[in-house]
């Protein structure tokens, strides 16, 4: 006798394609299972499964941009600083130029802008410095020991060395824009100065009041010591004239009269060398032809005339005082 069950009472069986089709399935529920918790929404799910935890899934806080540390300050280059909100970013790569300073320009064209004096101490307040301002055209007083190199004055030009000899002695000095001005003309009172600061003589002659060289002229003192010195005197009218341009024989006859040269015996000899010499007045002659004879007086290097009725230039007196100095002994 057989115990197997009849064939309406077995189970069925699964057919060879039914357990694929169960795997297929259950991997897709088991997808939809995961997503649906990676994605928050698995509440549903956690009701349909005891245990499972309905706590929300931890959310991760996005980490703040690093902030930039601040520049110190002039040690910026290089360096880009963001910009404002609500303003425009300038592009790192445009090169600005720097701004160049400007020449300062004096008023008008071709004005010389002349350095100012140094300043000196105030004799009213010595705590106020004031800058000294020497009267326009007149000379600035060298420094003793130190010949001056002026630049109108090359070492060809025939008084350098007069010029340079002076300015170490401190009798002539130059302007304020550093020029001797070789060619500018003399006035009588500038030459008195120059006489004294060159040459120290005993008074020979009584002080004479000019009418104009008053008291508290800039030039009473050398007015009065070339005066007392024998080198000049003034005009029958009682005046001095300081501002009028001395002649080149007037300068070199007042020499003459100062350091006492004495005349030569025939000084028509002596002035027959000039071609100009009809111009040296009759009174002058013998004084003029005294001066060539001590070699006081030089002629125009470039013609040989005495020139004696020109203005004499700054050039001129420089060397008529030098040469006078030597026949005096008083170069050292």
């Known amino acids: 006798m057989s115990n197997s069950l009849p064939p309406d009472q077995r189970p069925p069986r699964l057919r060879e394609d039914e357990p694929i089709a169960l795997l297929v399935t259950f991997l897709a529920f088991g997808a939809i299972f995961w997503w649906a918790l990676s994605q928050g929404r698995g509440t549903w799910v956690t009701n349909l499964i005891p245990g499972l935890s309905s706590s929300p ?3 991760v806080a996005p980490s703040p941009l690093p902030t930039a540390s601040p520049v110190p300050p ?10 404002s909100p609500g303003t425009t970013t300038p592009d790192p790569t445009a090169i600005v130029p720097t701004p160049v300073p400007q020449p300062t320009v004096g008023i008008g064209a071709g004005t010389e802008v002349v350095p100012s004096p140094s300043p000196t101490i105030s004799p009213t307040n010595p705590a106020v410095v004031r800058p000294a301002s020497p009267a326009p055209g007149r000379p600035v007083p060298s420094v003793p020991g130190k010949a001056i190199a002026f630049p109108d004055v090359p070492p060809t030009y025939w008084a350098a060395p007069f010029i340079a000899a002076l300015s170490a002695k401190g009798i002539v000095g130059g302007f304020p824009d550093g020029t001797f001005r070789p060619d500018q003309p003399v006035k009588r009172a500038e030459y008195a100065v120059q006489l004294q600061k060159a040459f120290t003589k005993p008074n020979r002659q009584p002080p004479i009041q000019f009418t104009d060289v008053p008291p508290g002229s800039r030039w009473l003192t050398a007015v009065d010591q070339a005066v007392k010195a024998g080198f000049m005197s003034g005009y029958p009218e009682g005046d001095f004239r300081p501002e009028q341009e001395v002649s080149r024989a007037e300068s070199v006859i007042s020499m003459v ?17 000039y071609g100009d010499r009809n111009q040296v007045p009759s009174w002058a002659r013998g004084r003029i032809a005294a001066a060539i004879q001590a070699g ?4 125009d290097p470039d013609t040989q005339l ?12 420089a060397a008529l005082v030098y040469q006078g100095l030597e026949v005096s002994g008083n170069t050292k």
Not at 257 to 273: F, S, T, V
């Open 57 to 59: 899934l931890p959310t």
């Open 74 to 83: 002039g040690n910026n280059q290089g360096l880009v600083t963001p910009a």
């Open 257 to 273: 009269q100062g350091l006492k040269l004495p005349e030569p015996a025939d000084p028509e000899a002596i002035l027959q060398a």
């Open 296 to 299: 006081i007086f030089s002629s």
């Open 306 to 317: 005495l020139r004696p009725n020109q203005p004499a230039s700054r050039a001129d007196i």
